[in-house]
């Protein structure tokens, strides 16, 4: 009796501290809310719970600016050595650690999971005389400074999409009036009372407010028209040599403890192979991109010299 009362006991405890240790799980979504940052890690998590991989408890938190340099600078801070501290992050870092001179090192953090990439697309007002990229183009060669963009953080995937599109279309690139914005929805509303002649965001930030006739989707820079989009030319059909992906993934706190490392990679694995994120895939518009642990490290490191590089030959960066 006192044996099978000592291992109720303990079974209790093991209940609890497992319990605890669940209820420790947090996620810096460094980006305000709504955003392809806080949507993607909001949906992976309740993806794994619908799949039974992880349904314990997670507390989000969103602290938006530069370019998700502000959240993973302080999320280094307070999570450093957390068993199960994680962070969403993606391309738009990389240029934002260099163009706002972050003393963030992407290398100090431990690679989880690479989840996604998409595309981005150029939208404008739905009655704007605008009604091809091409359209747009030519008011923007034209007078650039007339011509405000607005879209993700500086340096970001957005401005690299514009900067590149005005590359191709030999507009300098100094010249563009590109204002950044806190969230896709500041966009949207810039673009609707014309403060923005035009925007440039992901495609899940844009479709629905498309669908609902407030804006106009111009061109996608995909290689392949979408099927979501099947009437939208890519940038490469309107003429301009422009595809361009935003990735975004999961970091591990700075020295979590490989033992959970490895669990997080083991569940985001898992999480890639189910219906539930296949379904989540599907309904936002993004495009499966998973690559895991030390493999998503290598290419994080190639990333960061690839998009420098472009930050350098747009002339958005020394």
């Known amino acids: 009796m006192k044996i099978s009362g000592f291992l109720k006991t303990f079974a209790a405890m093991a209940v609890l501290c497992a319990g605890a240790a669940q209820a420790q799980v947090s996620v810096m979504l460094p980006a305000n809310p709504g955003g392809g940052w806080d949507s993607t890690g909001r949906q992976a998590f309740q993806a794994l719970n619908q799949a039974g991989i992880y349904t314990g408890t997670v507390n989000f938190s969103n602290r938006g600016g530069a370019g998700g340099t502000i959240g993973l600078a302080e999320f280094q801070r307070s ?6 501290a994680l962070a969403v992050f993606g391309a738009i870092t990389v240029g934002a650690i260099t163009l706002n001179k972050s003393p963030i ?5 431990k690679p989880v999971a690479r989840l996604t990439a998409e595309y981005l697309v150029l939208a404008v007002k739905a009655d704007s005389p605008h009604k091809t990229l091409g359209d747009f183009v030519k008011a923007l060669k034209a007078n650039p400074g007339a011509t405000p963009v607005g879209g993700g953080s500086a340096g970001g ?10 590359q191709s279309a030999g507009v300098p ?10 969230g896709g929805a500041d966009t949207v509303i810039g673009i609707v009372n014309g403060t ?3 925007g440039i965001s992901g495609i899940s930030e844009f479709q629905q407010f498309a669908q609902e006739g407030r804006i106009r989707i111009l ?30 993934g999961i970091l ?12 997080w990679i083991e569940r985001f694995t898992k999480l890639s192979e189910s219906d539930a994120w296949k379904a989540v895939l599907e309904k936002q ?5 998973f690559l895991a642990g030390d493999a998503f490290g290598e290419f994080i490191q190639s990333e960061s010299g690839r998009i420098n590089q472009i930050l350098k030959d747009a002339g958005l960066s020394k």
């Open 79 to 84: 999570q450093k050595g957390k068993a199960d």
């Open 105 to 109: 090192d992407l290398s100090q953090f």
């Open 157 to 166: 995937v957005d401005h690299i999409a514009l900067a590149l599109l005005a």
């Open 173 to 182: 690139v100094p010249s563009l009036n590109y204002i950044p914005q806190a």
């Open 196 to 198: 923005l002649q035009a």
């Open 219 to 248: 061109g996608v820079t995909t290689a392949e028209r979408l099927k979501a989009l099947a009437d939208v030319p890519t940038f490469k059909e309107s003429g301009f040599d422009v595809e361009i992906a935003n990735w975004r």
């Open 252 to 263: 591990g706190s700075v020295d979590m403890p490989e033992a959970n490392r490895q669990e």
């Open 285 to 289: 518009g993004w495009d499966p991109y």
